[in-house]
């Protein structure tokens, strides 16, 4: 697939990564010298579970983000990897434990074995939208990213979850 200037999209960052996964590679990560890398595909999700979800958390989500739930009910990489975007299930858990968020976040990736959430701001404008938070130190601030889901997908992948 050839890579046009502004062509950046979900579909195009996740069809990419589906290509890559067909060929074994390796990547030097977190520290490891050439681990393997991967990238899981979790069952994507159908518009009828979309709209439950929206439902359950009471707005609706960004059409990026859809976009990422109609190919991958949640993203994860190679076991070795500490960072991953969950799926709507597991999001809706993370809602109930850490209920201190604002309704209008949810947290969209954990990175860090969990030390840092990325969370989805769903008031905000759809292309400055994204946040990262300490979940252990809720008193400090959260940073703005600055980016949209589809620019945060892109660093997340691109750094294969080590923000």
Not at 40 to 57: D, V, Y
Not at 153 to 159: A, E, G
Request: hydrophobic share 35%.
């Amino acid at each position: 697939m050839e890579y046009v200037e502004d062509s950046l999209t979900v579909s195009y960052i996740l069809e990419t990564l589906r290509e890559l996964s067909q060929t074994p590679g390796k990547i030097y990560y977190y520290g490891k010298n050439s681990i393997d890398y991967s990238f899981n595909f979790q069952e994507k999700c159908t518009l009828e579970e979309i709209g439950k979800f929206e439902k359950s958390i009471g707005h609706p989500l960004h059409d990026d983000y859809k976009q990422f739930l109609r190919e991958t009910n949640g993203l994860y990489l190679s076991t070795l990897a500490v960072s991953y975007l969950p799926g709507i299930d597991f999001i809706l858990h993370i809602r109930e434990v850490f209920d201190m968020y604002p309704k209008n976040l949810i947290v969209v990736a954990l990175l860090y074995d969990g030390d840092a959430h990325a969370l989805l701001d769903l008031e905000a404008s759809a292309n400055k939208c994204m946040y990262i938070q300490d979940p252990i130190h809720m008193d400090e601030p959260m940073k703005k990213l600055n980016c949209s889901f589809t620019e945060f997908l892109h660093r997340f992948v691109s750094s294969y979850g080590v923000l």
